[in-house]
């Protein structure tokens, strides 16, 4: 298995002496790819979910009123969620700096957890 790349964002107004850290593995989201709008929800960005449930909907209804094959409302829906796995966690990121989460570095690790210790122990 290889490394990974994590992006690490901390409150600016944490007392905490890790910035209450969030790391945001780069790359394809498995879970935003299978789940979704349950992935946005589980995240906190209610905005993103929304949309995303809406997106859902209006690609079914597409390929409903298109009167598309079975194969080709699978094609759509599909497409709809890679593209979810792709750039649910730039979207993650996206929010975390709406909400004034700043990124701090990038840590390369095997397991979020190996990339949880080398930030604890100032790596980044």
Not at 44 to 68: D, E, F, K, N, Q
Not at 86 to 108: F, H, M, P, S, T
Request: some cysteine; overall charge positive.
């Amino acid at each position: 298995m290889g490394t990974n790349i994590y992006t690490v964002h901390t409150n600016s107004w944490s007392a905490s002496p890790d910035g209450d850290a969030i790391l945001i593995k780069e790359g394809f989201c498995w879970p935003a790819f299978l789940f979704g709008p349950i992935w946005a929800l589980w995240h906190g960005m209610w905005r993103t979910a929304i949309v995303l449930a809406i997106l859902s909907a209006a690609v079914s209804g597409i390929g409903l009123v298109a009167g598309l094959a079975e194969a080709g409302d699978l094609a759509l829906s599909a497409g709809l969620q890679v593209a979810m796995g792709l750039w649910a966690n730039d979207w993650r990121r996206y929010v975390l700096r709406r909400r004034d989460i700043l990124e701090r570095g990038a840590i390369a690790a095997r397991r979020l957890r190996d990339a949880e210790q080398r930030y604890l122990q100032g790596v980044v």
